[in-house]
C-alpha cells in the first residue's frame, strides 16, 4: 500500500504516515466520544421533561394536571409518528449490519428508507402541533406535551439531516472499498472514518427511537 505521503520517502515519510495514522485515530475516538456526550446530553434534555411530567402529574395542584373532560391528543397520531421513528432506525440498523458485510448497495437503500420514514414523523409531528384539540397552557400535561413535542421533533430533523450528509459522503466511495482494502491509505481511512461517523449516527438515531417510543407511552398510553 502506498504511504500518504507524496514526495520524500524513508524517515520523513514515515513520520508523515505515523502522524496521519495518528490524527486517524483521534479522529475515530472522537467519534465515539461525541455519540456518547451527545446521548448523556441528550438524556438531561428529555430528563427534565419526564421529571415534569412526573412531578406535575404527582402534585396535581388544585387538579390542574388533567382535568376532567379535558381533550387529550389524538392516539392516532402517537402511534403513526413514533412506529415511523422506531420503524425507520430498525431499518437504519439492518442496513448498518449489511454495509459491515460489506454491501454497500442495500445499505443506501436502507437509509434512503430510514431517511423518508424519518422525514415523514418530523412532517406528521409538525401537522399535530398545528392541530392540538387543547391549547399549550391549559393544563400541566398540556404544557409538558407543548414543550417536549417540538424539542424532539428538531432532533429528529437535525438527525434526518445528519443521515442525508452521510449517504451523499457514500456516494463517493467506491463499493468495492467496503469489501476490500483500499490503495492508498487516505482512501482506507476515508472509509473507516464513514463507517465510524455511520455507526455514531445509527446509535444516536436508536437513542432517540426509545425515547420516542417512552414518551409515546406517557402522552398517549398513560
Known amino acids: 500500500m502506498p504511504d500518504i505521503t507524496a514526495p520524500g520517502s524513508g524517515e520523513a515519510a514515515t513520520r508523515a504516515t ?13 467519534s465515539w466520544t461525541g455519540t456518547r456526550l451527545a446521548i448523556g446530553g441528550m438524556s438531561f434534555l428529555f430528563g427534565a421533561f419526564a421529571f415534569a411530567y412526573f412531578y406535575l402529574q404527582s402534585q396535581n395542584s388544585d387538579a390542574k394536571w388533567l382535568p376532567a373532560g379535558s381533550p387529550t391528543p ?8 413514533m412506529a415511523l421513528v422506531v ?18 448497495g442495500p445499505w443506501m437503500q436502507a437509509a434512503v428508507v430510514a431517511l ?3 422525514v415523514a414523523a418530523v412532517g406528521l409531528q409538525i401537522a399535530e402541533l398545528l392541530n392540538l384539540p387543547f391549547q ?3 393544563s400541566g400535561f398540556a404544557s409538558v406535551f407543548t414543550g417536549f413535542w417540538p424539542v424532539a421533533l428538531v432532533i429528529w430533523l437535525a438527525a434526518m439531516i445528519w443521515l442525508e450528509i452521510l449517504i451523499m459522503w457514500a456516494r463517493g466511495i467506491p463499493a468495492i472499498s467496503f469489501v476490500e482494502q483500499p490503495p492508498t491509505y487516505t482512501e482506507t481511512f476515508g472509509v473507516q472514518r464513514f463507517q465510524a461517523t455511520l455507526s455514531a449516527f445509527t446509535t444516536v438515531w436508536n437513542y432517540l427511537a426509545i425515547i ?4 409515546w407511552l406517557l402522552f398517549y398510553v398513560r
Open 87 to 104: 420503524v425507520s432506525a430498525i431499518v437504519q440498523t439492518v442496513g448498518l449490519q449489511q454495509l459491515k458485510a460489506g454491501r454497500k
Open 136 to 138: 399549550p397552557a391549559q
Open 18 to 30: 505515523e502522524e496521519a495514522a495518528f490524527y486517524h485515530e483521534a479522529a475515530l475516538n472522537a
Open 74 to 81: 389524538h392516539a392516532w397520531w402517537g402511534v403513526t409518528i
Open 116 to 118: 423518508l420514514l424519518g
Open 212 to 215: 420516542t417510543f417512552i414518551f
